[in-house]
């Protein structure tokens, strides 16, 4: 993305901790001016203070609740806005529902939904014609690789974030805007205490720290990459699972299909 005749401005979904404050530290260091967009008005106003002391940048902060539709069509409006231009969406802020799929609270699976899919579509959708028309700018969906099994709906969700990532970066090829999806393994934030999730110890060895996590994405966006998984190891596993032969998975399930009931009418 060639820098603009102005500072650069990005809008961090999901900055008040975690990935999201990674995101927001590491964007601020390097310049840009920052929207910060999250419910956590305190903490959204505590952060922006401390950027825009420590790096002589702008921070406004938008705070929204990006499950509910007004909120997130308020933050479209934002990035519609051509006198004040985005030039880098980070589509961060996410939560996990951690609950039996069957029997569960419906309303926590919707706002999950809301927050994981359906903002990062409105947002998307809100910002691409801007940039394309400004011949520059960079979308981040922070995806995961959880999206690459079958592991609940947080992880449908997270497929559908990759994969609609993927489509939109063959959309924006050769406009000078580029979209990549971040899919980070096990990282340390407030994501699973949140959640009220015990990772258990085995998973030590595959934790990721959040900043050099988001240092490589921001390379990985330099070089217009569409996927962005932080580690060697993570890289190995979803190489992995990408490459398995038609042994895999969805093979199966057909095959198995196949089996019980024979041929298809449409045979
Ligand atoms: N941690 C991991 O192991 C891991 C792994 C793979 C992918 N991810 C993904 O990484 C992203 C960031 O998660 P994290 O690990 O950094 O978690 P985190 O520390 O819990 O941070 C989540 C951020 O999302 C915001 N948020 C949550 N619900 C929101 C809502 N309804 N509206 C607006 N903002 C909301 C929170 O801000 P407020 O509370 O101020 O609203 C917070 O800033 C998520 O998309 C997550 O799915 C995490």
Redesign the pocket.
Known sequence: MPAPDRRPVALV?????????SFARRLAAEGHDLVL????RG??DALAASLAARHEVACEVLP?????RE?VLRVAERLRDDERPVDLLV??????VNQRFVGGDLDAEL?QL???AT?VLVLCHAAAPGMVARGRGAVVN?????GFGPMGS?SAA?AWCTSFTEHLAATLRGTGVTATA???????????S?AGMDVGARTSGWW?D?DDLVEDCLADVRRGRVLSVPSRRYTALVALLALLPPGGYRARLLSAGRRRTGTSRHD
């Open positions: 979904t999901g900055p008040t901790s975690g990935i999201g404050e967009v999250s419910r956590d903490r959204l929204a609740d990006l499950s509910r909120d589509n961060n802020a996410g939560l996990g706002r809301d927050v994981l903002a922070v995806s995961s690789v959880a947080y997270k971040l899919c980070p393994g096990f990282v340390r934030t407030e994501f699973h949140r990721l959040s």
